[in-house]
C-alpha cells in the first residue's frame, strides 16, 4: 500500500506499507510509460478496491472501494522546490512573454528565499572543516577538564586540612577580593614550620664558616690593644685616694661595725622592772 487509506467496507484503517496479493493489469500509457492498475481484496472484510498509477503527477490514484487518507500539501508553501510540468516547460520554450514573467517571478522569488540561504551557507561553513573543530572542541575539553580536576584537589585538601564535610562553591572574583584583605591565619601549618626548619638546619654547615677578610680582622683587634695601652691611668687604678676620702671611708665603716654589734645583741621578749616592788612598799 503506497500511503494511508480508509476502507469503505469495514471503514478500518489500512496503514501505509501494507502488503497484498493484488491483480495487475495494464490499463494505458503515458507518453512511453505504462499505466497499470491494481484490484485487491481487504484482509478485514470482503471488500475490493482498485488503485492506478499516475506517471504525470508522480502519484497514485484510487479508483473505487476505498478513501485516500489526506496527509498532502501544497510544496509551495512549505520552500519546497516544485519540478515544472511539461506544458510549462514547453511554453517556456515558445512563448517569449511567458518566459520573461516566469524570470521575473523567479528573482521576487530568489529575494524572499535569500535569507534562509545565507543562514545555510552560515552553517554550512560552520561544519566545513569538521576534523579541525572536532580537534579544537577535544583541545577546548582537555584544558577544561584539566582545570576542573585541578579544582577538586584543591578543594580535598583544604575540606581534609579543616575536617570538612561540605560542597564548596566554584570561587568567584569578590571571593578572591575578600581573601586578599583577610589574614587571619598563617601562611603555613604547624607541621610545615617543623618541615621547613628541619630542612634549614639539615642545610646550616656544623662550623661557622671561615672569614676571609682575616688581615684586616688581625689589624683592628691590634688597633684596640693599642688604645687600651696608651689609654692614661685614672688614680683609682693606681690606688691614689685623698684624705677626704679616706675620713669618709673609715667613719662609714665604724658605722657599719656599730649596727652590727646591735644587730648580734638578742633581745628579751618579757620586760619588767626589779625596783618596782620596793616603791610600793613606801607608798603604802
Known amino acids: 500500500m503506497p500511503f494511508n487509506i480508509w476502507c469503505n467496507g469495514c471503514e478500518n484503517h489500512i496503514g501505509m506499507g501494507v502488503r497484498y496479493n493484488a491483480e495487475k493489469t495494464k490499463v494505458g ?26 506517471p504525470q503527477n508522480l502519484d497514485y490514484v484510487i479508483l473505487n472501494g476505498a478513501q485516500r487518507q ?3 500539501w501544497d510544496p509551495t508553501q512549505n520552500e519546497q522546490v516544485v519540478p515544472e ?42 561544519w566545513k572543516e569538521d576534523y579541525l573543530l572536532n580537534k579544537t572542541l577535544r583541545q577546548q575539553f582537555r ?23 561540605i560542597t564548596l562553591l566554584p570561587e568567584t572574583d569578590e571571593d578572591r577580593r575578600l581573601a586578599g584583605l583577610l589574614k587571619l591565619d598563617s601562611l603555613h601549618t604547624i607541621e610545615e614550620k617543623q618541615r621547613i626548619n628541619r630542612e634549614e638546619a639539615l642545610s646550616r654547615p656544623l662550623f661557622s664558616p671561615p672569614c676571609k677578610n682575616i688581615p684586616a680582622v688581625a689589624n683592628s683587634i691590634k688597633e684596640i690593644k693599642v688604645k687600651k695601652i696608651l689609654k692614661p691611668l685614672t688614680r683609682t687604678e693606681l690606688g691614689i ?27 628579751s621578749l618579757v620586760a619588767f622592772d626589779y625596783g618596782s616592788s620596793d616603791s610600793d612598799e613606801d607608798n603604802a
Request: charged share 40%; aromatic share 6%.
Open 29 to 54: 500509457m503515458y507518453y512511453t510509460t505504462p499505466i497499470y492498475k491494481f484490484r485487491m481484496k481487504c484482509h478485514l472484510c470482503t471488500n475490493h478496491f482498485e488503485i492506478q498509477t499516475d
Open 70 to 72: 489526506e496527509r498532502r
Open 85 to 126: 510540468d511539461k506544458e510549462v516547460s514547453k511554453k517556456l520554450s515558445t512563448d517569449s512573454m511567458f518566459c520573461l514573467e516566469h524570470s521575473v517571478n523567479d528573482k521576487v522569488k530568489q529575494k524572499t528565499i535569500l535569507p534562509s540561504l545565507l543562514k545555510l551557507e552560515e552553517s554550512k561553513e560552520k
Open 143 to 165: 584544558e577544561k577538564k584539566k582545570e576542573v580536576a585541578c579544582i577538586e584537589k584543591r578543594d580535598k585538601q583544604l575540606l581534609e586540612r579543616y575536617s570538612l564535610n
Open 241 to 267: 685616694i685623698q684624705k677626704d676620702n679616706c675620713k669618709k671611708v673609715i667613719e662609714s665603716q665604724e658605722e657599719f661595725n656599730k649596727l652590727k654589734e646591735t644587730n648580734n645583741s638578742k633581745t
